[in-house]
């Protein structure tokens, strides 16, 4: 089944966020957050009814200080939650720290750019396609669902200079490996209304079963205006950060994610559900912005009074 904004025209009822401000947010910033303040937050955004929080990474302490401390923050996570917790991981050595632990999620992630593969990951396009092989099976072996993301879908210094094609192969080898999720990722934020149709209308007819959601940035400004061009794709998984906090660290200029409070905002105006309670996700922005000690980049969260 072929989708395009001519044929999808009704939006999606319901919405599922996935924060990734405690994860990729925190990755840029200097300052390293205690554990407690991070499970603090955490918490918080739980009892936010936000359905599924990234919670940490398993990277190199030396590159990634902000993430040392992913099994200690995992370990202090209640087991019962209704919040799916998630962890990034970006080779074989970091799923098999991240099965040690009780995180359900594992997010695995693919770089069509070979400059970007060889900054975020240490590999070549082609050494990562390898290993990935290897990390989503131990992963489901070890009774873990997997995300997946492709990064620089949309371009890497600007628009369509990673072809379509590129992009629509990649999610191929990541459907047949069996991720449960797939997100082409703005990694650098020069992805637009036009690419984000060029891009989703090559991979939705591969999809069958599994479910396809978006990870966008907010680097030039369009990141609700590509959420409003996915939903109308009948996209309906998107990862937001709480006041927009983050970028990337590979990535010169890079902003953060759109703003969970801001996405929350657009989302209930067109009376899109999600089960969010969004005054408590802004409250748990401006604590984070008064811990960081600068304002962050989200709209919303400001104009929230304090709780």
């Given at each position: 089944?072929?989708?395009s904004?001519?044929?999808?025209?009704?939006?999606?009822?319901?919405?599922?966020?996935?924060?990734?401000?405690?994860?990729?947010?925190?990755q840029?910033?200097?300052q390293?957050l205690?554990?407690?303040?991070?499970?603090?937050?955490?918490m918080?955004?739980?009892?936010?009814?936000?359905?599924?929080?990234?919670?940490?990474?398993?990277?190199h302490?030396?590159?990634?200080?902000?993430?040392?401390?992913?099994?200690?923050?995992?370990?202090r996570?209640?087991?019962?939650?209704?919040?799916?917790?998630s962890?990034?991981?970006?080779n074989?050595?970091?799923?098999?720290?991240?099965?040690?632990?009780?995180?359900?999620?594992?997010?695995?992630?693919?770089?069509?750019?070979?400059p970007?593969?060889?900054?975020?990951?240490?590999?070549?396009v082609?050494?990562?396609?390898?290993?990935?092989i290897?990390?989503?099976a131990?992963?489901?072996?070890?009774?873990?669902?997997?995300?997946?993301?492709?990064?620089?879908?949309?371009?890497?210094?600007?628009?369509?200079?990673?072809?379509?094609?590129?992009?629509?192969?990649?999610a191929?080898?990541?459907?047949?490996?069996?991720?449960d999720?797939?997100?082409?990722?703005?990694?650098?934020?020069t992805?637009?209304?036009?690419?984000?149709d060029?891009?989703?209308?090559?991979?939705?007819?591969?999809?069958?079963?599994?479910?396809?959601?978006?990870?966008?940035?907010?680097?030039?400004?369009?990141?609700l205006?590509?959420v409003?061009?996915?939903?109308r794709?009948?996209i309906?998984?998107?990862?937001?950060?709480l006041?927009g906090v983050?970028?990337?660290?590979?990535?010169?200029?890079?902003?953060?994610?759109?703003?969970?409070?801001?996405?929350?905002?657009?989302?209930?105006?067109m009376?899109?559900?999600?089960?969010?309670?969004?005054?408590?996700?802004?409250?748990?922005?401006?604590?984070?912005?008064?811990?960081?000690?600068?304002?962050?980049?989200?709209?919303?969260?400001?104009?929230?009074?304090?709780?």
């Amino acid at each position: 089944m072929k989708a395009s904004v001519e044929k999808q025209t009704q939006l999606p009822k319901h919405v599922h966020l996935t924060e990734v401000g405690l994860r990729e947010g925190l990755q840029i910033e200097k300052q390293i957050l205690p554990t407690k303040s991070k499970v603090d937050l955490i918490m918080a955004l739980a009892g936010a009814r936000l359905p599924a929080i990234q919670v940490a990474a398993f990277v190199h302490p030396a590159k990634m200080p902000q993430m040392a401390d992913a099994e200690a923050v995992i370990a202090r996570l209640p087991g019962d939650g209704n919040a799916q917790y998630s962890a990034l991981t970006l080779n074989l050595h970091g799923v098999e720290r991240a099965c040690r632990t009780s995180i359900p999620w594992i997010e695995v992630s693919l770089s069509v750019d070979e400059p970007h593969s060889l900054r975020n990951s240490g590999m070549t396009v082609a050494e990562a396609r390898q290993e990935m092989i290897a990390m989503v099976a131990l992963a489901k072996r070890n009774g873990r669902k997997v995300r997946a993301t492709i990064q620089c879908a949309f371009g890497y210094a600007g628009p369509q200079d990673i072809s379509v094609e590129k992009v629509r192969e990649m999610a191929v080898f990541l459907l047949d490996q069996g991720v449960d999720l797939l997100l082409p990722a703005d990694t650098t934020g020069t992805a637009t209304p036009q690419t984000i149709d060029q891009v989703l209308n090559a991979l939705l007819p591969l999809m069958g079963q599994t479910p396809m959601g978006l990870h966008l940035h907010d680097t030039r400004g369009l990141g609700l205006v590509n959420v409003m061009t996915a939903l109308r794709l009948g996209i309906s998984h998107f990862d937001s950060s709480l006041g927009g906090v983050g970028g990337c660290p590979f990535v010169s200029g890079a902003a953060g994610n759109i703003a969970t409070e801001d996405t929350l905002h657009l989302l209930q105006s067109m009376g899109i559900e999600t089960g969010i309670d969004g005054a408590q996700v802004a409250a748990c922005s401006q604590r984070l912005s008064a811990i960081l000690g600068h304002p962050l980049p989200g709209k919303i969260y400001q104009l929230v009074p304090l709780i």
